[in-house]
Nanobody, 123 residues
């Protein structure tokens, strides 16, 4: 599966963005998809994940209530809705896929990665 992340941009603190992860291939519904982010000088960290069934979602604890992950299999797309953005949310956001995954928080579970989309939050 090939992944294409989009939807990043420059937004003021308190604003919202919706990221999209579009996947190629007919078997998209068999993949869990996660979002990770990487800020300059920091390691890539887990943001959110959704299982291949869509029945399970996981979030980094500090992001619960502000970020929402969802999937639309008919469009081969997973979304990350980000609200009440803060300057510390500034990072490159990557989507990744895990065949028959349950929504793991661990990078090593994900074998397929998109190219990343930049999110910049100005304070």
């Amino acid at each position: 599966v090939q992944l294409q992340a989009s939807g990043g941009g420059l937004v003021q603190a308190g604003g919202s963005l919706r990221l999209s992860c579009a996947a190629s291939g007919r078997t998209f519904s068999t993949y869990a998809v996660a979002w990770f982010r990487q800020a300059p000088g920091k390691e890539r960290e887990f943001v959110a994940a959704i299982s291949f069934t869509g029945g399970t979602t996981n979030y980094e604890d500090s992001l619960k209530g502000r970020f929402t992950i969802s999937r639309e299999n008919a469009r081969n797309t997973v979304y990350l809705q980000m609200n009440s953005l803060k300057a510390e949310d500034t990072a490159v956001y990557y989507c990744a896929a895990d065949l028959y995954g349950l929504g793991s928080l661990e990078k090593k579970r994900y074998n397929y990665w998109g190219q990343g989309t930049q999110v910049t939050v100005s304070s």
